[in-house]
């Protein structure tokens, strides 16, 4: 598998090289993928089907000059942001292997975080809800995954040091809740991890024996998904 770690100017390059990436493998270019990023502005970034009017505190947003976006994949509402950690994966569908359906490639993908999480950190890491990360019940990484015909993405987020008071201020209570967050506020679901970045991205890429380089990043992808999708309010406010 190859691996890279790069983190690309704006939060709508980001994520629209991540989609680029889906694209690439599902059109033959290249193949599977780990990508690490680590951003260094806040964004609020829904799900692909989020409504932003019933996730996002829009007021506090504003006042702040945190924009909202939206990824391609499913789940919930995030805010992006330095203190978070993100991954990329980039996997071939197999009719016959773990990764053939949503549920298989959730229990496959999720079941390999949690144990090099847990052997990194030495704790108690458990798989919540359908695709959260949890230490002690507190979310420590919420994931998705969107699927194409021959590739498909799982992705998520880290928390090692994010600002849980932004958290609370841009982002209402999700209309969605995985059973065990027991409609807590966002400050005493989450938690961060206080673990090194270095020392986290080196447990994933040997958990996915990734080891190689990308010969080279597909920008032109990159600059046209941005024009034409990330940097519209069509796609980022659409609900």
Not at 12 to 20: D, F, G, I, T
Not at 118 to 129: K, M, P, Q
Not at 211 to 219: G, I, K, M, R, V
């Amino acid at each position: 598998m190859v691996c890279f770690d790069s983190t690309l100017p704006t939060l709508q390059e980001n994520l629209a090289l991540e989609e680029a990436l889906l694209d690439a493998a599902d059109e033959g270019e290249t193949g599977e993928v780990l990508h690490f990023w680590e951003p260094s502005e806040y964004a609020v970034v829904v799900g692909y089907a989020n409504r932003v009017g019933t996730e996002v505190n829009l007021d506090d947003c504003r006042k702040a000059g945190i924009p909202v976006l939206r990824r391609c994949t499913g789940g919930g509402t995030v805010l992006q942001g330095p203190g978070v950690l993100n991954y990329t994966l980039i996997l071939r569908i197999d009719p016959q292997g773990p990764t053939h359906s949503i549920t298989s490639t959730n229990s496959f993908v999720m079941d390999r975080q949690r144990d090099a999480l847990a052997n990194l950190l030495n704790a108690d890491v458990r798989v919540r809800g359908h695709t959260d990360l949890a230490i002690d019940n507190f979310k420590v990484s919420g994931n998705a995954q969107r699927r194409k015909r021959n590739y498909l993405i799982f992705h998520g987020a880290f928390l090692l040091d994010l600002d849980f008071g932004l958290v609370q201020k841009t982002l209402l209570m999700p209309s969605k809740q995985p059973g065990y967050r027991l409609s807590r506020s966002h400050i005493n679901f989450l938690m961060n991890l206080k673990c090194p970045a270095v020392e986290l991205k080196t447990a994933l890429r040997r958990t996915w024996n990734a080891s190689q380089t990308l010969p080279a990043l597909p920008f032109q992808r990159v600059a046209n998904l941005v024009r034409e999708k990330y940097s519209r309010d069509s796609w980022n406010l659409k609900f």
